[in-house]
């Protein structure tokens, strides 16, 4: 059975503070893994998706990386508008379009 | 990317009635997914609509319960039937703008529903 966990749960940052998060995942066939933003009373925001390990996306503070079996979102310099849960997801090659199996997420707050 | 609105974007019900949620998408798309988010867990996809086609529905989710419509390239609606306590969660829609190319998938702000 495909599984995505993510780790740690919940994490505080200073401002400043760099840190990363980890998205471990089984999964036969890997289609792509996705990250996004979640804020509280939102929707998920689209962030990256990464197809293959050894690749690396970035976005403002943010970089995604991708192995065999882990992806890893790095905040670098982290500001208090990056509070948010970061939610990491898998689609399998066997799955339909469209079907995400998502890890729990990860709580991020970044205090001034 | 695109713009995705729902509506309502909250609602509190009484168990045993029924909900319709809609979502609207900004462009035409050939696929919207509806996922359910329940208190303190993560996402869980119920079906894929297809304009066109019967929605497919994921293990676990059955259509009596959660019947789809997708009249058109641009909206869906997603009914809960017959509600009880434990269909107390978010609910969303999103799309697949252009899996080719880019597989990024959008979501809509969600409906919030409590059933009492």
């Known amino acids: 059975e495909d599984q995505v966990t993510q780790s740690p749960e919940a994490l505080r940052l200073q401002e400043g503070e760099s840190s990363s998060l980890n998205c471990s995942y089984t999964?036969?066939?890997?289609?792509?893994l996705f990250w996004y933003r979640q804020d509280p009373g939102k929707g998920p925001e689209f962030l990256f998706t990464?197809?293959?390990a050894g690749e690396e996306k970035e976005k403002e503070r943010l970089k995604a990386t991708l192995t065999k079996k882990e992806s890893f979102l790095h905040i670098t310099a982290p500001k208090p508008e990056d509070s948010a849960t970061y939610l990491c997801?898998?689609?399998?090659?066997?799955?339909?379009?469209?079907?995400?199996?998502f890890g729990a997420g990860t709580q991020v707050v970044v205090t001034p | 990317s695109a713009v995705i609105s729902q509506k309502p974007s909250r609602d509190i019900c009484q168990r045993g009635t029924s909900l319709t949620i809609q979502c609207q998408v900004d462009?035409?798309?050939?696929?919207m997914f509806w996922y359910r988010q329940q208190p303190g867990q993560s996402l869980t996809l119920i079906a894929t609509?297809?304009?066109?086609?019967?929605?497919?529905?994921e293990s676990g989710f059955v259509i009596d319960k959660f019947p789809i419509s997708r009249p058109n390239l641009t909206f869906s609606t997603l009914t809960v039937s017959n509600m009880s306590p434990e269909d107390s969660s978010i609910y969303l829609c999103?799309?697949?703008?252009?899996?080719?190319?880019?597989?990024?998938?959008?979501f809509g702000p969600g409906t919030r529903l409590t059933v009492l």
């Open positions: 999103s799309v697949d703008l252009d899996r080719v190319r880019n597989n990024e998938q959008f």
């Open positions: 999964v036969s066939g890997l289609r792509g």
């Open positions: 990464l197809y293959s």
């Open positions: 997801a898998v689609q399998a090659e066997r799955d339909s379009w469209g079907k995400l199996q």
């Open positions: 462009s035409q798309v050939t696929m």
């Open positions: 609509a297809n304009q066109g086609s019967e929605a497919t529905y």
